[in-house]
């Protein structure tokens, strides 16, 4: 799951959620001087990886994909799920797309000195781009996808993956339908059994 997903997953909770968003940026043991909040949601963000990666119905989501896409299935269903979610995101959340975005945008702000450099070069580009609520556009998915695959090191199709995804968007929104309740049900299970109440 992208940005969007991991911030809803953590629930109302801002270092949880402040965390859930860093996960991507932030590699090996996180720094110890980070508020304990903030590492337990860098820890279900990588439970939530873990839990998606070895889905069944993720599985045979990617197995729609056509080589030579299937090879980067991981990233493009990734995004394709926060596309999903924030086109759908009523469904999803009580709070509308638009103000969600935009309180994940200020509470980067409000915690800026808790953030990785790669996050804060990030957050130019999210506020350039009306992210994450951008990635309800079809337009804004092309360029993302452009964006990361020249960030990969090696020739890829990423970029042009956006017309492929077009093309099985009824079979991945039924497998997105399946999936996504049952991840928010490990993503609540798991902050229940993990954080103590008052403690972050």
Not at 93 to 103: G, K, M, N, R, V
Not at 162 to 179: N, T
């Amino acid at each position: 799951m992208n940005h969007l997903a991991h911030t809803l997953l953590a629930g109302d909770d801002d270092f949880l959620r402040l965390g859930g968003f860093m996960g991507d940026f932030v590699h090996g043991q996180p720094d110890p001087a980070l508020p304990a909040g903030v590492i337990t949601g860098i820890r279900l963000h990588r439970a939530i990886d873990v839990y998606t990666d070895s889905h069944p119905v993720v599985a045979d989501a990617r197995a729609l994909l056509p080589p030579p896409f299937r090879r980067y299935g991981g990233i493009l269903l990734d995004m394709w799920f926060d596309h999903l979610l924030a086109r759908d995101f009523p469904r999803w959340s009580e709070q509308p797309l638009e103000a969600y975005s935009l309180d994940v945008r200020h509470l980067l702000h409000r915690y800026e000195s808790l953030l990785p450099p790669g996050l804060l070069r990030f957050r130019h580009y999210m506020e350039a781009h009306a992210l994450p609520a951008g990635y309800a556009r079809p337009e804004e998915m092309s360029a993302a996808f452009d964006g990361i695959s020249h960030r990969l090191s090696r020739a890829n199709p990423v970029g042009e993956a956006m017309p492929v995804l077009a093309s099985i968007e009824r079979p991945l929104q039924a497998h997105f339908e399946v999936f996504f309740p049952q991840l928010q049900g490990f993503a609540k299970e798991w902050v229940d059994a993990n954080v103590s109440k008052g403690t972050t």
